[in-house]
């Protein structure tokens, strides 16, 4: 039987393991006790709320016809799961995946190229609907985590309607975009640590797995839309230490303390990681077609896939054959060599790598002079581990060089390789060892095989091996990839082992090569995900260029720089603008400061023995609530100033969800601390009101203008706003 509380209300069996002085706020709770679901006023706040956001995200959603910002790329994407065509991007394909099932079910046969105009085969209208689906579910989200984090329910009503009320969130979840699925599960995965949070005094039961549970699920669906979802995991992996760090302090018995860490282990660390990969597996599984994002995968890769001109070619390589030759380091790509020469060193013919298909990536791969360098054998004789070879630039007819006179261009440490001499030159130099390291096939014979066997190119004069690391080459190389030949790398390094990609000779027949290679899911899943950091750290702003697209991470939350939606701006266009409602955002920016001089104060009233007066509970409550959201909204933004990346005002939404809460959470603070029931109810509705008002204000850059925008001047609040004007066009 449950006992009764001191205040009258059931007390909550609790678990041992929380230390007892904690355990006592929640039996004397008065003004600050733990919320009770009430379905049949809840439940209809809820109905409303979602009903009024998706008003706001579905109204005239079809209204511009034409292809809006990125629906170019992730609409594109979609298509590429309808077709089961492979392709590459930097992001993590949940949310992408999903805009395939909505490309899928509007009956869309991936055949639109997503430019220009909708084509009528195309229901861009379902579409978009289904992606705001995801919006519109922010509302009763933002609603249940505070309710978790026990704030009034009026205050509740307020953070949702913030969230409803902003009109970037609103335009953002219009379009075939991957905000709204990252922002739905940062929102799920707050509401989920939140309701663990609640049930801190209810451990191993029923409710306490649930949220537990959920919350590792909702952070695998958030990393597995995009890597900032990660910064979602960097939150609740805070939360949850300093959760067991207070165990620690409070010195409980070690089995306690080892099932509180093994239960977390698995549903926050194993869940999420398993629905992460998970993502990765279905990827692989629906996309194995050739496409435009093969070249960004190993050979291996790309030949096992259908249509792939990998797939068919001689298996084991003979000597006189065409061959190309591709690093296995990441970003390196294909052995290559053109007529410049290097402009320091040996001033001889430049050997480098180049990551895209060229006729100067051919070689022919022949005996060193003086044991049949220009024979026809016929059979063919085939190339085996251990035999020195000689490589012949296809194009130019240089051979593959290394010397000890000359260093590296940029890697100094290393000797230099260029393309010297002719077929048939007695020169030591020109002389390499292949050193089978692994096989990917089921052949076992030490021969050279195209696409399985990875190898090193052992330079026999000098006991160095050829070697490509992704160091890019100056200006005089074109930015290519330096190729080097070191004496320090290992013989299973990655810069140091190649692989054969392509393979021509007339005399042998081709080989299914789908059938011969071994896949592994897990070297697929490290490959891509390298392949897509690779890209995003490609994606570095121009700064001596002007972009109306780009902001800064300070300019932010201070909404100092809003974005135009699409290219042109004139009249009769359809034009969206992706601005917040400025009242919301300077207000949560203000919350975001205010907090820690807040907690500064406190302290200091601490520390000359004068603290604030609490009620019972309500240092615990505040607390709770505020180191979740502030903290959410600063890990959230921080990181950015950290990313060299180029970077967009979408990317601060995330941020903003916490922001939004933490305001609706001061709100009903200081209300309670200051005001009395009526008037914080009037404070309420004060601020329901202007946040409704400004989002009218600014309705129609939300749901699409296409009339003069000189009708709309005087919507442009600040000065660096290009609503109207854009003064740093040129």
Same mark, same amino acid.
Request: glycine share 6%.
């Given at each position: 039987?449950?006992?009764?509380?001191?205040?009258?209300?059931?007390?909550?069996?609790?678990?041992?393991?929380?230390?007892?002085?904690?355990?006592?706020?929640?039996?004397?709770?008065?003004?600050?006790?733990?919320?009770?679901?009430?379905?049949?006023?809840?439940?209809?706040?809820?109905?409303?709320?979602?009903l009024l956001c998706a008003f706001t995200r579905?109204?005239?959603?079809?209204?511009?016809?034409?292809?809006?910002?990125?629906?170019?790329?992730?609409?594109? +994407?979609?298509?590429?799961?309808?077709?089961?065509?492979?392709?590459?991007?930097?992001?993590?394909?949940?949310?992408?995946?999903?805009?395939?099932?909505?490309?899928?079910?509007?009956?869309?046969?991936?055949?639109?190229?997503?430019?220009?105009?909708?084509?009528?085969?195309?229901?861009?209208?379902?579409?978009?609907? +289904?992606?705001?689906?995801?919006?519109?579910?922010?509302?009763?989200?933002?609603?249940?985590?505070?309710?978790?984090?026990?704030?009034?329910?009026?205050?509740?009503?307020?953070?949702?309607?913030?969230?409803?009320?902003?009109?970037?969130?609103?335009?953002? @979840?219009? +379009?075939?975009?991957?905000?709204?699925?990252?922002?739905?599960?940062?929102?799920?995965?707050?509401?989920?640590?939140?309701?663990?949070?609640?049930?801190?005094?209810?451990?191993?039961?029923?409710?306490?797995?649930?949220?537990?549970?959920?919350?590792?699920?909702?952070?695998?669906?958030?990393?597995?839309?995009?890597?900032?979802?990660?910064?979602?995991? &960097?939150?609740?992996?805070?939360?949850?230490?300093?959760?067991?760090?207070?165990?620690?302090?409070?010195?409980?018995?070690?089995? @306690?303390?080892?099932?509180?860490?093994?239960?977390?282990?698995?549903?926050?660390?194993?869940?999420?990681?398993?629905?992460?990969? &998970?993502?990765?597996?279905?990827?692989?599984?629906?996309?194995?077609?050739?496409?435009?994002?093969?070249?960004?995968?190993?050979?291996?890769?790309?030949?096992?896939?259908?249509?792939?001109?990998?797939?068919?070619?001689?298996?084991?390589?003979?000597?006189?054959?065409?061959?190309?030759?591709?690093?296995?380091?990441?970003? =390196?790509?294909?052995?290559?060599?053109?007529?410049?020469? +290097?402009?320091?060193? @040996?001033?001889?013919?430049?050997?480098?790598?180049?990551g895209h298909s060229d006729s100067n990536n051919?070689?022919?791969?022949?005996?060193?002079?003086?044991?049949?360098?220009?024979?026809?054998?016929? !059979?063919? =004789?085939?190339?085996?581990?251990?035999?020195?070879?000689?490589?012949?630039?296809?194009?130019?007819?240089?051979?593959?060089?290394?010397?000890?006179?000359?260093?590296?261009?940029?890697?100094?440490?290393?000797?230099?390789?260029?393309?010297?001499?002719?077929?048939?030159?007695?020169?030591?130099?020109?002389?390499?060892?292949?050193?089978?390291?692994?096989?990917? @096939?089921?052949?076992?014979?030490?021969?050279?095989?195209?696409?399985?066997?990875?190898?090193?190119?052992?330079h026999v004069a000098t006991n160095c091996l050829?070697?490509?690391?992704?160091?890019?080459? !100056?200006?005089?190389?074109?930015?290519?990839?330096?190729?080097?030949?070191?004496?320090?790398?290992?013989?299973?390094?990655?810069?140091?082992?190649?692989?054969?990609?392509?393979?021509?000779?007339?005399?042998?027949?081709?080989?299914?090569?789908?059938?011969?290679?071994?896949?592994?899911?897990?070297?697929?899943?490290?490959?891509?995900?390298?392949?897509?950091?690779?890209?995003?750290?490609?994606?570095?702003?121009?700064?001596?260029?002007?972009?109306?697209?780009?902001?800064? &991470?300070?300019?932010?939350?201070?909404?100092?720089?809003?974005?135009?939606?699409?290219?042109?701006?004139?009249?009769?266009?359809?034009?969206?603008?992706?601005?917040?409602?400025?009242?919301?955002?300077?207000?949560?920016?203000?919350?975001?400061?205010? *907090?820690?001089?807040?907690?500064?104060?406190?302290?200091?009233?601490?520390?000359?023995?004068?603290?604030?007066?609490?009620?019972?509970?309500?240092?615990?409550?505040?607390?709770?609530?505020?180191?979740?959201?502030?903290?959410?909204? *600063?890990?959230?933004?921080?990181?950015?100033?950290?990313?060299?990346?180029?970077? $967009?005002?979408?990317?601060? *939404?995330?941020?903003?969800?916490?922001?939004?809460?933490?305001?609706?959470?001061?709100?009903?603070?200081?209300?309670?601390?200051?005001? =009395?029931?009526?008037?914080?109810?009037?404070?309420?509705? &004060?601020?329901?009101?202007?946040?409704?008002?400004?989002?009218?204000?600014?309705?129609?850059?939300?749901?699409?203008?296409?009339?003069?925008?000189?009708?709309?001047?005087?919507?442009?609040?600040?000065?660096?706003?290009?609503? $109207?004007?854009?003064?740093?066009?040129?």
């Amino acid at each position: 039987m449950a006992s009764k509380a001191p205040n009258g209300h059931s007390k909550q069996k609790s678990f041992a393991a929380y230390p007892q002085q904690i355990q006592s706020h929640a039996t004397t709770f008065t003004r600050y006790r733990r919320n009770v679901w009430n379905w049949r006023v809840d439940g209809t706040i809820v109905t409303m709320l979602t009903l009024l956001c998706a008003f706001t995200r579905l109204y005239q959603i079809g209204k511009r016809a034409v292809v809006t910002w990125d629906e170019s790329h992730f609409g594109k +994407f979609g298509a590429y799961y309808v077709n089961r065509t492979f392709y590459h991007d930097v992001h993590p394909p949940l949310a992408k995946m999903l805009i395939g099932l909505s490309e899928f079910l509007s009956g869309h046969n991936g055949t639109f190229g997503f430019k220009g105009s909708y084509p009528s085969y195309v229901n861009y209208k379902f579409m978009r609907q +289904f992606t705001a689906m995801f919006g519109i579910g922010l509302a009763p989200l933002a609603y249940l985590t505070c309710h978790q984090l026990n704030m009034q329910r009026q205050a509740c009503v307020l953070a949702a309607l913030f969230v409803i009320l902003d009109n970037c969130l609103c335009v953002m @979840s219009r +379009f075939v975009l991957l905000d709204e699925p990252l922002l739905f599960f940062t929102a799920a995965s707050l509401c989920s640590v939140a309701g663990l949070q609640n049930s801190w005094n209810r451990a191993f039961s029923q409710v306490w797995w649930r949220w537990l549970l959920l919350t590792g699920v909702s952070l695998g669906l958030v990393a597995s839309c995009k890597w900032v979802g990660f910064l979602t995991i &960097a939150l609740v992996g805070i939360y949850t230490m300093g959760e067991l760090f207070t165990m620690y302090t409070c010195r409980f018995d070690i089995g @306690s303390a080892a099932r509180h860490f093994v239960a977390r282990v698995v549903c926050l660390i194993a869940v999420p990681l398993v629905i992460y990969a &998970a993502c990765f597996k279905i990827h692989f599984m629906v996309l194995n077609r050739s496409g435009p994002g093969d070249s960004r995968m190993s050979p291996a890769f790309q030949a096992s896939l259908k249509g792939s001109p990998l797939g068919s070619q001689p298996f084991t390589v003979a000597y006189s054959s065409q061959i190309t030759l591709r690093s296995m380091h990441t970003g =390196s790509g294909l052995l290559h060599s053109h007529a410049h020469r +290097f402009p320091e060193g @040996s001033r001889q013919q430049q050997i480098t790598c180049y990551g895209h298909s060229d006729s100067n990536n051919d070689w022919i791969i022949t005996r060193p002079r003086g044991e049949g360098y220009n024979r026809t054998d016929d !059979p063919p =004789s085939f190339v085996r581990h251990g035999d020195i070879v000689n490589l012949m630039h296809r194009k130019t007819k240089s051979m593959l060089h290394a010397h000890r006179k000359f260093p590296a261009p940029v890697t100094a440490r290393d000797f230099e390789v260029t393309a010297y001499g002719q077929l048939g030159w007695k020169d030591k130099n020109n002389d390499w060892r292949i050193e089978v390291v692994s096989e990917r @096939s089921i052949a076992t014979n030490n021969e050279l095989h195209a696409i399985t066997t990875q190898f090193n190119l052992r330079h026999v004069a000098t006991n160095c091996l050829l070697s490509a690391a992704a160091v890019k080459l !100056p200006g005089w190389g074109f930015g290519q990839t330096e190729v080097s030949c070191s004496r320090h790398n290992a013989p299973g390094s990655a810069a140091s082992l190649w692989v054969v990609e392509k393979h021509v000779n007339s005399q042998l027949p081709k080989n299914n090569l789908r059938a011969m290679i071994k896949r592994s899911f897990v070297r697929d899943f490290v490959e891509l995900n390298l392949a897509m950091a690779r890209s995003n750290n490609a994606l570095i702003p121009d700064r001596d260029k002007y972009n109306h697209l780009e902001s800064d &991470a300070w300019t932010w939350p201070f909404l100092i720089y809003p974005m135009r939606m699409l290219g042109s701006w004139k009249e009769g266009d359809i034009k969206y603008y992706e601005v917040g409602n400025p009242i919301l955002w300077w207000s949560s920016t203000f919350c975001c400061a205010l *907090l820690p001089v807040q907690l500064l104060l406190y302290l200091a009233r601490k520390q000359h023995k004068r603290p604030a007066k609490w009620a019972p509970g309500e240092a615990l409550h505040y607390w709770n609530g505020a180191k979740l959201l502030w903290g959410g909204w *600063l890990l959230h933004y921080l990181p950015f100033f950290l990313f060299s990346r180029v970077l $967009y005002i979408h990317h601060y *939404l995330p941020a903003l969800y916490f922001a939004l809460l933490l305001l609706a959470f001061e709100i009903d603070y200081f209300c309670q601390r200051i005001l =009395s029931g009526r008037m914080q109810n009037a404070v309420t509705t &004060a601020w329901a009101l202007t946040a409704l008002a400004v989002f009218c204000w600014f309705a129609p850059l939300t749901f699409g203008y296409s009339g003069p925008i000189e009708q709309l001047k005087h919507r442009q609040w600040l000065p660096s706003w290009n609503l $109207y004007t854009d003064r740093f066009a040129t």
